[in-house]
T-cell receptor
Framework: AQKITQTQPGMFVQEKEAVTLDCTYD???????LFWYKQPSSGEMIFLIY??????QNATEGRYSLNFQKARKSANLVISASQLGDSAMYFC?????????????FGRGTSLIVHP | ETGVTQTPRHLVMGMTNKKSLKCEQH?????MYWYKQSAKKPLELMFV???????ENNSVPSRFSPECPNSSHLFLHLHTLQPEDSALYLC???????????????FGPGTRLTVL
């Protein structure tokens, strides 16, 4: 079975500062993918970044980077130079081929508030 | 229109009503998903369709009935719901069900459902 754990229910950060959102996962799959999504108050989930289990380099997408530590089974999201528009819920998710299925598993999310 | 759209955005219904949620994707994807998002709970996967065939039914009560007439449209038919079914219902699509780089899910804005 797959499991995603996000231990920070809420985080606060000053505008223009960097912030790290934690994500740990558990899986018996050798091949899997890790995703981060952002959900603003409007409700729509927005894809941010992807990391494959065999990728040797950490993924980066603009101000987003993923600190992937495979041995520790962690996939933390780093947002650099925070902006007020970054205030939202952030979800970590994974997909692995358990039993031939590729069912996505989501964490409970972290609420990020960016202060001016 | 692009992306994933959902209608209606808000729905209030009584326990004896029958209603349907609609999802449409304009991305040429082959997999579509229904999720339920309740307050303080992880995102719950309800159904997965791949090439119009239901491939996952995640122990969802029969009062929820999905329908996928073609690869672009997905419906969720609702009847005799309970107040605990009140939640945000999210539709998503992805290129396919397999694990591959950038096979992320694209989400619609959701339908906020209230059952009285």
């Amino acid at each position: 079975a797959q499991k995603i754990t996000q231990t920070q229910p809420g985080m606060f950060v000053q505008e223009k500062e960097a912030v790290t959102l934690d994500c740990t996962y558990d899986t018996s799959d050798q091949s899997y993918g890790l995703f981060w999504y952002k959900q603003p108050s409007s409700g729509e989930m927005i894809f941010l970044i992807y990391q494959g289990s065999y990728d040797e380099q950490n993924a980066t997408e603009g101000r987003y980077s993923l600190n992937f530590q495979k041995a520790r089974k962690s996939a933390n999201l780093v947002i650099s130079a925070s902006q007020l528009g970054d205030s939202a819920m952030y979800f970590c998710a994974m997909r692995g081929a358990s039993g031939g299925s590729y069912i996505p598993t989501f964490g409970r999310g972290t609420s990020l508030i960016v202060h001016p | 229109e692009t992306g994933v759209t959902q209608t209606p955005r808000h729905l209030v219904m009584g326990m004896t009503n029958k209603k349907s949620l609609k999802c449409e994707q304009h991305l040429g994807h082959n997999a579509m998903y229904w999720y339920k998002q309740s307050a303080k709970k992880p995102l719950e996967l309800m159904f997965v369709y791949s090439l119009e065939e239901r491939v996952e039914n995640n122990s969802v009560p029969s009062r929820f009935s999905p329908e996928c007439p073609n690869s672009s449209h997905l419906f969720l038919h609702l009847h005799t719901l309970q107040p605990e079914d009140s939640a945000l219902y999210l539709c998503a699509s992805s290129q396919d069900r397999t694990l591959s780089q950038h096979n992320e899910q694209f989400f619609g804005p959701g339908t906020r459902l209230t059952v009285l």
